[in-house]
């Protein structure tokens, strides 16, 4: 029997060593592990709440840019041609480029609808138009005309001559101009 203590006065101790070894790797440290791991989520959604507080009270500045950006965008809208096609934004702007040439009393012999150029979101519409126009004054005000209209046109290519060189009055005009719209 004096074996046997022995013994448990050796085993007991080396067991209750290693339950306490057991218990405090497997309870102590879990437990800490999982509260390291709760304060961390817990920090994370402080300053994610605290961003979300953050731009709550920059509501009232972000609402200010947006209008003013939208605002932009109207004034910056018309400056291009308006329309939902190619073909009715080329039909309204060879309607400003015949407007402008007969109401200086000038006529219209031909009118041609290049192929559109793409230009991102936009497009770039061109059309030649060949007039006839009375004089260089009538000429200097078509062309005032289409420079200072609204939505811009630009005057690519202009060639000018004289139809009778014997009554240098009447000119023939070939005009190219394009302008910018957002149809499809």
């Known amino acids: ?30 437990v800490k592990a999982e509260m390291t791991s709760l304060k961390e989520r817990e920090v994370t959604r402080m300053g994610t709440l605290q961003r979300y507080v953050n731009l709550i009270a920059d509501r009232p500045s972000i609402e200010k840019r947006l209008e003013a950006l939208r605002e932009k965008r109207t004034t910056e809208m018309t400056q291009i041609i308006d329309a939902q096609t190619m073909s009715i934004a080329a039909a309204a702007l060879q309607d400003v480029v015949k407007t402008s040439i007969t109401t200086r009393g000038g006529s219209i012999a031909s009118e041609r609808v290049e192929k559109p150029d793409d230009l991102g979101k936009l497009k770039i519409i061109t059309i030649s138009v060949d007039a006839v126009l009375p004089d260089t004054r009538a000429l200097s005000d078509v062309l005032f005309t289409l420079e200072t209209h609204t939505p811009y046109l630009v005057i690519r290519e202009l060639d000018t001559r004289v139809r009778n060189f014997r009554d240098p009055r009447e000119l023939m005009v070939k005009l190219r101009i394009s302008a910018l719209t957002g149809g499809k």
């Open 1 to 30: 029997m004096k074996k046997n203590s022995r013994y448990y006065t050796i085993a007991l101790p080396i067991i209750i060593v290693l339950a306490i070894l057991v218990a405090y790797q497997y309870g102590y440290l879990a």
